[in-house]
């Protein structure tokens, strides 16, 4: 699952290590995170910052601020560090990792298995799919972070931000971005030149949603805590999307042809189309039936997410029959995962009717799948 890109403002997301943990904009001395020289005692600034000099005078790139294990234990990223951790150097837990998941298992250093993660430069090398992501669309209604026509081929390796890349916009990446980041809570996705990127959803061009201020670290060890994300889901009632804020369109603009229902054959983005049964492909940004077997999906649970189409206020208690849709990371996380294709369990092992996993994963909604 890789790509490339030019890692334009690589470094910025340093400026993490300087943000107190309520208030994700950045505070504190210029020197915790800038270098006018890069040098101090005729040595390259920061341990981790060797490989530098960093575009933006910063001492420290993506990778490298955000290497470690998320240790802390009280409501808020506060104990051990200031950053999220995305990229472990030990076998990460559930308890320790984050919402999008960990690096750790496609690393080429750690788990180094290609389809349990993003292959992203500095982290893995290409791996054997190629560059085009798998499901690249070439219907023009995805158009990968404006950055290049839909179906285009992919030829540089995905990168953290950029062109290439997921986070920021296409021109300057991050840059700036964590110097105006609102404090948490409901991301507008706002636009005000690249400024404007610390109110889209974790930094994603374009996307709403609504942030959790410890990125879900305390509510993997709390069912049914509303300590979580929100993400932006569209209700859809044909295959046509006009939604370009959520999760899924986002996901989409890399994997166009996994978001066509029951029609199209693989084609991406139909001008509309059937949304009944029999699928080709589990459906994304629809609502979770109210009726059973679904029923059972009450309290929210973040080893099976849902999206809101509502992401203004705060998650609230048993509200997933009124609001639950479910989004591409409804069963993947975005980074990495210690299962295969990012999934967020292991789909390989489960057995209908045989009781064993009742309530988890793909029986959370499927109940009735798994009764023995």
Known sequence: MKKTKNILGLGV?????????????VSGSCTGCHTMHNSQGGNPVGVLGASGPYNNLVINGCIGCHTGTNTQGSANLTTSSDAPYVLDTVVPTAVNTLAGGNFYWVADAYGNTDSKGHNVVGISGQDAIGLD??????????????????GVAWVSQLTCDGVNGCHGDVTNGISGSHHNNINGGSMLATT???????NHFRFLQ????????????DAITVPGTTGHNKYKGEIRVTDAVTAHDTMTYFCSSCHGEFHANN???GAGLSSGGSMAS?????PVDIKLPASAPYTGYADYDVTVPMAYADTTTAPAANDIQASGIITCLTCHVAHGSTYADLLRWDYSSYVVNDGVNTGEGCFKCHADKDAP
């Not at 993490?16 to 994700?24: G, K, N, T, V, Y």
């Not at 005000?192 to 610390?198: A, D, F, I, L, M």
């Open 278 to 282: 029999p699928w080709v492909r589990h």
């Open 192 to 198: 005000s030149g690249n400024q404007g990127q610390g």
């Open 133 to 150: 992501p798998p499901g690249w669309s070439t219907n023009a209604a995805f158009q990968f972070n404006g950055a290049r026509a839909a």
């Open 263 to 265: 029609g199209g054959g």
């Open 13 to 25: 997301l340093l400026l993490f290590c300087m943000m107190p943990a309520a208030a994700w904009s």
């Open 206 to 217: 374009g996307i709403k949603g609504y942030e959790n201020v410890d990125f879900e670290y």
